[in-house]
T-cell receptor
Framework: GENVEQHPSTLSVQEGDSAVIKCTYS??????FPWYKQELGKRPQLIID?????GEKKDQRIAVTLNKTAKHFSLHITETQPEDSAVYFC??????????????FGQGTILTVHP | DTGVSQDPRHKITKRGQNVTFRCDPI?????LYWYRQTLGQGPEFLTY????????KSRLLSDRFSAERPKGSFSTLEIQRTEQGDSAMYLC?????????FGSGTQLSVL
């Protein structure tokens, strides 16, 4: 089955700095890669996703890059703000058939943005 | 709130008791998923429904666990003879396309 490794496990930055979280996956058939943000005691919220036919996707201060050959993808947050502080999870799945929504998650990164 | 809703939010039970959780997905979503999340880990897939059909179950789902989605709308997850190792957050999620939307979860504590 799929295995997703996520690094670092904790990340501390100053407000205004950039933050980068990296993930690798094992299943070359995986083609959908979402990122979730989870604040303490709250539901995981989808913040950005990318499909394997796209190398990069950006949404305001958040961007995701994908390298299919190396089987890794990264989340980039620019101009970080204290409200970005949360746990971030990467995930991977094969879409299509019965695999929709069967995500394999990384272990999570605790991001702390200091004012 | 038109998102995925779960009930109860918290459940404390004694070892050996049975518990049941409910999930109401987003109304137009035909797929529903159950995940389990323990502290410091990412969610782990348990099982998946398309409409009322349970199409896949993880090997994490022991015989003590059963899930239903009788009319293709809400779903229930029952754990029989709970064990301390069952303590976790049980998350429900739903989708129609690729994007998966989670509920706030049921936090289960088995004493």
């Amino acid at each position: 089955g799929e295995n997703v490794e996520q690094h670092p496990s904790t990340l501390s930055v100053q407000e205004g700095d950039s933050a980068v979280i990296k993930c690798t996956y094992s299943d070359s058939a995986s083609n959908y890669f979402p990122w979730y943000k989870q604040e303490l005691g709250k539901r995981p919220q989808l913040i950005i996703d990318i499909r394997s036919n796209v190398g990069e996707k950006k949404d305001q201060r958040i961007a995701v890059t994908l390298n299919k050959t190396a089987k890794h993808f990264s989340l980039h947050i620019t101009e970080t703000q204290p409200e970005d502080s949360a746990v971030y999870f990467c995930a991977a799945s094969r879409t299509g058939g019965t695999s929709y929504g069967k995500l394999t998650f990384g272990q999570g990164t605790i991001l702390t943005v200091h004012p | 709130d038109t998102g995925v809703s779960q009930d109860p939010r918290h459940k404390i039970t004694k070892r050996g008791q049975n518990v049941t959780f409910r999930c109401d997905p987003i109304s137009e979503h035909n797929r529903l998923y159950w995940y389990r999340q323990t502290l410091g880990q990412g969610p782990e897939f348990l099982t998946y429904f398309q409409n009322e059909a349970q199409l896949e179950k993880s090997r994490l789902l022991s015989d003590r666990f059963s899930a239903e989605r009788p009319k293709g709308s809400f779903s229930t997850l029952e754990i029989q003879r709970t064990e301390q190792g069952d303590s976790a957050m049980y998350l429900c999620a739903s989708n129609r396309g690729e994007k998966l939307f989670f509920g706030s979860g049921t936090q289960l504590s088995v004493l």
